[in-house]
Every structure is written in C-alpha cells, then in structure tokens.
C-alpha cells in the first residue's frame, strides 16, 4: 500500500466523524431554535413566574402595586428575548443531550455507556432542584435584604387623591414636604430578572457538585480520602463562592455554605460508594488482592525500596 493510500484510509475516518457532528450540531441547533419560538410564546407568564419574589417582597413592604419600567423602547422585548434563549434551551436539553450522547455513544464500551447515561439523567434533575431552591427560598431573602433598606411605600404615602385648585378629584398629587429628599425603589424589568436568573444559574450549577465529582470518581480521577484531605480548602473555597454570589447578608451566605457543603459531603460519600463498587468488582474478578496490603513481608520489601 502506498503512502498517499494510507493517508487516504486513515482520513476516511475522521471525515465521517466530522460528518456525524455536523449532522448532531444541526439537529442541536434546531432543537435550541425550536425550544426559543416555544419559550417565546409564553415569555410573559414565565417572566410574571420569575418576579414572583420581588412582588411579593413590595406587597410585604407596603406596595398595594408593585410595579417595574423599562426605560427603552427595546428594553421589554430584549428581556423576553433573553427569557426565551435561557428556557428555550431547558427546553431543548432532552435533544441537546440526546444528540451528544448519540455521537458519543458509538466510542464507549458497554460497561462506561451503562456508567455514563445515569449522569446525563441526573445532571438536568439537579439542575432543576438547584433553580427551584434558588427562587423559592434564596431569591425572597435576597430581595428582602435588598428591598429593605429602600423606602418602597413612601411614594404610596404621597401620591394622595383630592381636590387641589382646579385638578379633577381623582388627580394624584405630591404634597410638599420639608423631612428631606424622598428615596424610593423604582425598578427596572431587566435588572430585577438580571438578579434571579444569576441565582438560578449560580444554585444550578452548584447543584452539579455531586454529579461531577461523582463521574470523576467513575473515572478514577478523584478519591474519598483525597476528597477528604482537601476538605478545608473546600470550606475556604464555599466561602468565598458564598460571598460572591449572593448579597452581603449572612442569612443567605449561610444558606448557600450549608447546602454547597452539604453537596460536598455527599459527593465523598458517592464516590466512596463508586470506589467500594469497583474494588468488589476487582475482586470477584480476582484482579485485586488483599493479601498484599497485609503481607509484612511485602510491605518490609516497599520500606527497603523507599531507602
């Protein structure tokens, strides 16, 4: 076989590969694209969904109306734009995901596909538990402590209806006042949805903790007792994760080290669980020895190698 042969069939492969991701990259694509128009035609009600919290924190707070502005004429669409793009990809996930393991699919034994799927399964499933937690108990604190320090009801207090000179009775006026100047809260749309999707995003994510350190115990990447070694510079690291994605209030920093850390543990006790699984299967299949960690004999012949 000549040289410029051997190119050839060694190319051929390669271009069928490039073949097969071009083909899923597609199918990917107009999954995601599908998933937007859908996400589109409900944008409101999911947006009305995700500033649940901030009305109900102005209601606490005196607001018999919560209101939020856009101050361009292409704020709102944009902010339904970008609600469709984050909800029209959750969406497409079960494709997005279906596609990937399609294409790597064919390169994986047996045993790794049986290993793998779980965790394509339960990477969205802890996803979603990550999102529900941040806006059903950390986004609320957070508007709280935000909210709390701004005066949301004295804009309420001033705008009183009533008969001044030649204004209609329902007129709303602004008395004057001598206590000083009035700071109220006057939201806008896109930074009040900007602040709870960071949190969905940030939970979401942390909540892959255990499926990712998991997969990399699978794959022998990491340890139990490594993972244990380490544990105070995970406390150090949830710290600081703490404080830079949720206000600077304890309360929700707390939250976020108790369940991040929480995720941590569990992830040792996972991959302590794969770890013990492996070794069970070693053994059965008699590749692993118990005898040699035992054996003085051996374990005088490692110190002698050691000198």
Known sequence: ??????????????????????????????????????????????????????????????????????????????????????FGFALSFPVIGFQLWRFVAPGLYKSEKNAFLPFLIASPVMFLLGAAFAHLVVTPL????????????SIFANLLSGAVNDLPADAAVV????????????????????????????FGLCFQLPVLLTLMGKAGLVSAEGLGSV???????????????????????????????????????????????????LRAEGYYDDEEEDDPLMAEFDKDDDK
């Open 1 to 86: 076989m000549s040289q410029s042969e051997e190119i050839e069939d060694s190319s051929a492969p390669l271009i069928e590969h490039l073949a097969e991701l071009r083909t899923r990259l597609i199918r990917a694509v107009g999954a995601f694209i599908v998933g937007i128009v859908l996400a589109f035609t409900v944008a409101e009600p999911i947006l009305q969904f995700l500033l649940g919290p901030i009305e109900a924190t102005l209601r606490e707070l005196g607001d018999p109306s919560p209101t939020l502005q856009y101050t361009s004429p292409q704020e709102y669409l944009f902010t339904l734009f970008r609600i469709s793009m984050v």
């Open 175 to 202: 008395p004057e006042t001598t206590d000083g100047v009035r700071i109220t809260f006057f939201g806008k749309v896109n930074e009040s949805l900007d602040i709870t999707l960071k949190f969905i995003m940030a």
């Open 142 to 153: 957070a508007m709280q402590f935000f909210l709390g320090f701004a005066d949301v009801s």
């Open 231 to 281: 544990r105070k510079y995970a406390v150090v690291a949830i710290l600081v994760l703490a404080a830079l994605v949720t206000p600077p209030d304890v309360i929700t920093q707390l939250i976020l080290f108790t369940v991040v850390y929480g995720l941590y543990e569990i992830s040792i006790f996972l991959v302590g669980r794969v770890e013990k699984k492996r070794e069970e299967k």
